[in-house]
């Protein structure tokens, strides 16, 4: 009975990690700025985003769960290696899936502010991209916006996000 | 640029993914997937749902600055300033990735810098570099007369419909100084498409939203698109 236990502890483990890793690896593998998306994968690749940290959790508590019964049993050096290192492996798994690996790249700019003409040194050729709402206009040099990509910002009353 | 209120629901968005050079935005409130190019979500509890378009402007600082002496530019944000690109960035990248789409017709290079315009039931794409060569360009998408106004600067483009409020189709000329006169009024307009004398004065040109864009990146989502002269 022990070694049936034991053998299902493992296979637990196991399957915890392949679908941890595949949790992971799928929507990294399938959004990749070089690499054309069908519409039915990117749809799949954001259905598994948004599931992904439930998930992940889900496989970590498996593998610890099954861990902590197959460790009770003394099982051999063998087992209880595999055991730990696949529990590690899927906790690793869920720890990564808290992280946007786009925002960590691409820096969002966060609660923007603004200065007046005489303030800004730009030169006269670079360009801007420019909103005027009931008479609150503001312009976003190309510059910046294309390194943060996304802006939240408020203009004359009016929340937008300037995107480039 | 896009409203952040979806039924009343004021959204947050973050970056969250490349979506065929296009990329990918999350909000924060529902946890939603946006396209950023046409402002739909495409997945999570708003799919289906679009954004509303807020009209805008990419023009050359100093034009901007004649015409809104009064408006605020975006601050660097402290520390992130040296990582910005050197000024002539997109010229570099046009010379450097290869696309992962590949639209070779018209004889468009991929990463071409096009005007795209999308209006009257119709897409179509002009050249960058044609627009601002012939300085006033007249033309037609579906069946409505559209302008494209090259500015003083020789680098900001806007467009119009090539119509009169209250008066009707007309034909519009260049003037030398960047300003237009039409063929109906003999008023001049200006780069703002206003009317500043003449018997329209007053009156201005309705806009017409230009996306710029490289070619395989209007192509793929406008794969209708008519091309403006692209041997010319």
């Known amino acids: 009975m022990a070694i049936r236990r034991n053998r299902v502890c493992l296979i637990a483990l196991i399957i915890s990690l392949a679908v941890a890793l595949f949790l992971i690896a799928y929507p990294n593998y399938v959004i990749r700025p070089q690499r054309h998306q069908a519409s039915q994968e990117l749809q799949a690749a954001l259905l598994v985003l948004r599931y992904q940290r439930l998930a992940e959790l889900l496989c970590a508590a498996i593998a610890l769960g099954a861990l902590g019964i197959l460790l009770r049993s003394a099982p051999g050096r063998r087992a209880r290696v595999s055991a730990i290192v696949a529990a590690v492996g899927t906790v690793l798994c869920a720890g990564l899936s808290r992280f946007n690996v786009y925002e960590i790249m691409f820096h969002p700019a966060g609660a923007p502010s603004f200065q007046s003409i005489s303030e800004t040194r730009l030169d006269a050729k670079e360009m801007v991209l420019a909103v005027s709402l009931n008479n609150d206009s503001r312009a976003y040099p190309v510059r910046t916006i294309a390194y943060h990509h996304i802006v939240n910002d408020v203009a004359g009353g009016i929340p937008l996000v300037a995107t480039y | ?232």
């Open chain 2, 1 to 232: 640029m896009w409203g952040r209120k979806v039924n009343g629901l004021l959204l947050t968005f973050h970056l969250a993914g490349i979506n065929n050079q296009n990329f990918l935005m999350r909000d924060e409130e529902t946890g939603s997937y946006w396209q950023q190019i046409s402002g739909r979500a495409i997945s999570g509890p708003l799919a289906g749902t679009a954004l509303t378009l807020i009209p805008s402007d990419e023009l050359s600082f100093a034009l901007w600055k004649s015409e809104r002496p009064a408006g605020r530019v975006l601050k660097d944000v402290p520390g992130e300033a040296d990582n910005y690109a050197p000024k002539d960035w997109d010229v570099k990248l046009q010379q450097s990735f290869p696309t992962v789409l590949n639209f070779p017709e018209h004889g468009l290079g991929n990463r071409e810098i096009m005007l795209g315009i999308e209006a009257f039931g119709a897409a179509r794409a002009y050249r960058y570099d044609q627009v601002i060569r012939e300085k006033l360009v007249r033309d037609f998408i579906g069946s409505e007369p559209v302008i494209l106004l090259t500015g003083s600067d020789g680098q900001s483009v806007r467009a119009f419909r090539e119509k009169i409020p209250s008066i009707g189709d007309t034909a519009f000329y260049r003037d030398p100084d960047a300003t237009m006169i039409d063929s109906s009024t003999g008023s001049r307009w200006n780069f703002q498409g206003c009317a500043v004398d003449g018997k329209a004065k007053g009156t201005c040109l309705e806009r017409v939203a230009i996306i710029k864009d490289f070619w395989f990146d209007w192509r793929n989502y406008h794969p209708a698109t008519s091309v403006y002269r692209p041997h010319g």
